[in-house]
């Protein structure tokens, strides 16, 4: 039986209007703090490391499971500055080194670089900036349409609805269901305040896209 090839994830990203950012080299400095702690949270789903490479772009290599969404939110969380993001899943055909995502090529990484130039081109009048490309047509069709309604929902937050969302991922809420009053105790606001966040905000349906699109990429494949 032939072995199937291994898969990665190819990220690829760069920060928005980086030519505008007055302190730039302050801000490439802060980026590269948070990739450290992104390693630091995330390191079993990293497979080389978050590197700045040429002027205000980085790129990374992951394992393509469902904690990749989480780790973008992470990052774009902690992240001084928006960025845009491609993402890439393939094959590697170069040596792979952990500790900078320098030097390796292939597939995963041809897709991304495609994928973050389509976003260059068009990011659905700013409310997307991250787009998917693997080898299934179809597949990237529906990943990248749910990952377009996420980016929408987060687009009309209030700064009080974002603020909320980023302390749930901090304590490590990401996924639809859980017991709001003991979340509501744990962010020391009232149970009747984070429902009506979550409800106006539309934040555990986004939970619950981000989840589709894990189980999504951790079945991904060429037979659909």
């Known amino acids: ?39 630091q949270l995330y390191g079993a789903q990293i497979v080389s490391k978050f590197t700045l490479t040429v002027g205000d772009e980085f790129q990374a290599l992951l394992i393509p499971q469902s904690c990749v969404w989480k780790l973008i939110d992470h990052l774009s969380i902690l992240s001084p500055s928006p960025f845009r993001l491609g993402l890439g899943l393939g094959e590697i ?88 009053n003991e979340v509501a105790d744990r962010l020391g606001i009232s149970a009747q305040a984070l429902s009506k966040r979550l409800i106006t905000g539309n934040i555990k349906i986004y939970f619950q896209i981000r989840q589709t699109l894990g189980q999504l990429l951790e079945d991904y494949d060429d037979r659909a």
Do not use: C
């Open 1 to 39: 039986m032939k072995n199937t090839p291994k898969k990665y994830i190819a990220l690829i990203g760069d920060l928005i209007d980086s030519k505008k950012i007055k302190n730039r080299k302050e801000v490439q400095v802060q980026l590269l703090d948070v990739f450290d702690k992104i390693q």
């Open 93 to 180: 055909i170069t040596q792979i080194n952990p500790n900078i995502s320098l030097g390796a090529d292939g597939e995963a990484y041809w897709r991304a670089r495609d994928a973050i130039q389509f976003v260059h081109k068009d990011n659905w009048g700013g409310k997307s900036h991250i787009l998917f490309k693997g080898h299934n047509d179809h597949q990237d069709q529906v990943i990248n349409s749910l990952i377009l309604a996420g980016e929408t929902i987060k687009a009309n937050w209030s700064q009080v609805q974002r603020e909320t969302f980023d302390k749930l991922v901090a304590i490590d809420i990401y996924e639809p269901d859980f017991t709001q």
